[in-house]
T-cell receptor
Framework: EAGVAQSPRYKIIEKRQSVAFWCNPISGHATLYWYQQILGQGPKLLIQFQNNGVVDDSQLPKDRFSAERLKGVDSTLKIQPAKLEDSAVYLC???????????FGPGTRLLVL | KNEVEQSPQNLTAQEGEFITINCSYSVGISALHWLQQHPGGGIVSLFMLSSGKKKHGRLIATINIQEKHSSLHITASHPRDSAVYICAVPDKLIFGTGTRLQVFP
């Protein structure tokens, strides 16, 4: 069974530029999560989708971050404009439902210079 | 001590000279990037290295995993090579302080 796919694997941008990350969850998984993991810290949940609806986006910095899951499958996370402190690994995870085991993708490593 | 150290910090050269910029790192890595930043801020990724040597035009990058050392060489330097060169370890989110290169005609 294919796992959670993410792209790109690495991204290096200048501050104030925009960037987008893509996630393809495991087939059939209704719940999708985006996490931000800053070096040396644990992952922080940015947003949780159930199908194409948002369950929790309380920690998403909505002035610059946005995410969508229009058809309830793939999801994109966008940062516009990026700041230096956005340098982190962005992890996508999926689960069958909101209480299920989460399966993580390989992450996208963002470096903002 | 920084986990990624570059030398020299500043470098001036006459057009045509062979240039070497060094990068030493103290962390385990899966890949190392060389970046070029021109005045005005544009950043270009020159190379991503995990072993050996890569060449692109007049630019050559080498890496020695055992010695934790990488070098960027510019052959037959030209004034348009004037820029800041940065080595970075993206999977650790750390980068060197940069080497400012000026090539004079």
């Amino acid at each position: 069974e294919a796992g959670v796919a993410q792209s790109p694997r690495y991204k290096i941008i200048e501050k104030r530029q925009s960037v987008a990350f893509w996630c393809n969850p495991i087939s059939g998984h209704a719940t999708l999560y985006w996490y931000q993991q800053i070096l040396g810290q644990g992952p922080k949940l940015l947003i949780q989708f159930q199908n194409n609806g948002v369950v929790d986006d309380s920690q998403l910095p909505k002035d610059r971050f946005s995410a969508e899951r229009l058809k309830g499958v793939d999801s994109t996370l966008k940062i516009q404009p990026a700041k230096l402190e956005d340098s982190a690994v962005y992890l996508c995870a999926s689960s069958l439902d909101t209480d299920g085991t989460q399966y993580f993708g390989p992450g996208t490593r963002l470096l903002v210079l | 001590k920084n986990e990624v150290e570059q030398s020299p910090q500043n470098l001036t050269a006459q057009e045509g000279e062979f240039i070497t910029i060094n990068c030493s790192y103290s962390v385990g890595i899966s890949a190392l990037h060389w970046l070029q930043q021109h005045p005005g801020g544009g950043i270009v990724s020159l190379f991503m290295l995990s072993s050996g040597k890569k060449k692109h035009g007049r630019l050559i990058a080498t890496i020695n995993i055992q010695e934790k050392h990488s070098s960027l060489h510019i052959t037959a330097s030209h004034p348009r090579d004037s820029a800041v060169y940065i080595c970075a370890v993206p999977d650790k989110l750390i980068f060197g302080t940069g080497t400012r290169l000026q090539v004079f005609p």
